[in-house]
């Protein structure tokens, strides 16, 4: 493995096997870390063999998304052990993400001064100027400012300027979907948040995202089909704990209160910070 990660001038390296009998298929797949040895991660899909097509279609999207949200972790874990002031943009980066998915408003607000760092050092980095942009209608979103209307005009030019350096972005147009979302420009959102999927088909978050977004604008079996593939497709996201109140969210603009104070409540179970979930309650 350390060789393989040398020559292709890799870190880590996706291994696996395929091995057949009868109508069955059973597919092993392991992440290995090419400088250490370690495996980060292993797993044994068995399946039927129907339609081939569609079975490698599965287990590829499968493993995708499995395997990315260990990546970060992974890297997280190796930036931490890294000086501060060594860092590069993309490893500021790195270090926003757990700070950010703590989901409070000290962390968020830590996690944003190393965006602007980031910033800094790349200023023509599109991913750090999307995020950047998301953190604040987060912070607005979830009550963590005195004033939410003052994070909107930090939002919008941060996300704009996201897309100016890289319309290929997913995060770029996830975080406008954002800001639509908080200005109630239901269409746009949907729109931006299908963008961000075409771009990367296993962003769980986008659609949790679209979820939240058809369920404001009264589509509820839309909303459930797309919560229901942000958890399918990334079972290990950190953001799937909020999932049960985003559901809540299509049930209430149903009138549907009582199961939408349910789900609520499961999410409170989970996660007793998230204002949005207890705002159904109230």
């Avoid at 970060?72 to 052990?81: C, F, I, P, Q």
Wanted: hydrophobic share 45%; net charge negative.
């Amino acid at each position: 493995m350390k060789q393989i990660g040398a020559e292709l001038g890799v870190r880590y390296v996706l291994e696996g096997s395929v091995r057949k009998a009868g109508n069955r298929v059973r597919v092993t797949g392991q992440l290995i870390d090419a400088l250490t040895g370690n495996h980060l991660w292993a797993e044994r899909y068995d399946r039927e063999i129907s339609d081939v097509f569609a079975l490698q279609d599965e287990i590829t999207e499968t493993v995708t998304a499995t395997i990315a949200p260990l990546l970060l972790v992974a890297e997280n874990e190796r930036v931490k052990r890294k000086p501060p002031d060594s860092m590069e943009a993309w490893e500021l980066v790195m270090r926003f993400q757990p700070l950010f998915w703590r989901m409070n408003a000290d962390d968020l607000a830590e996690a944003q001064k190393l965006l602007h760092r980031a910033i800094e050092r790349d200023p023509d980095y599109a991913l750090a100027h999307a995020l950047l942009g998301y953190s604040h209608i987060w912070s607005a979103w979830m009550g963590w400012v005195a004033d939410a209307e003052t994070e909107i005009p930090k939002a919008d030019p941060a996300v704009r300027r996201a897309l100016e350096l890289d319309n290929q972005e997913p995060w770029a147009h996830l975080s406008m979907c954002a800001v639509h979302g908080y200005a109630r420009r239901h269409d746009e959102t949907i729109r931006e948040a299908r963008r961000a999927l075409e771009l990367n088909p296993n962003f769980s978050f986008a659609y949790a995202w679209q979820a939240a977004m058809f369920g404001y604008a009264g589509k509820l079996e839309e909303a459930d089909l797309a919560a229901d593939q942000a958890y399918r497709i990334s079972p290990k996201d950190p953001f799937n704990s909020m999932l049960h109140g985003i559901r809540s969210i299509g049930l209430f603009t149903a009138g549907r209160d009582a199961e939408a104070m349910e789900f609520a409540e499961e999410t409170l179970r989970v996660r007793p910070d998230w204002v949005g979930a207890g705002a159904f309650i109230w």
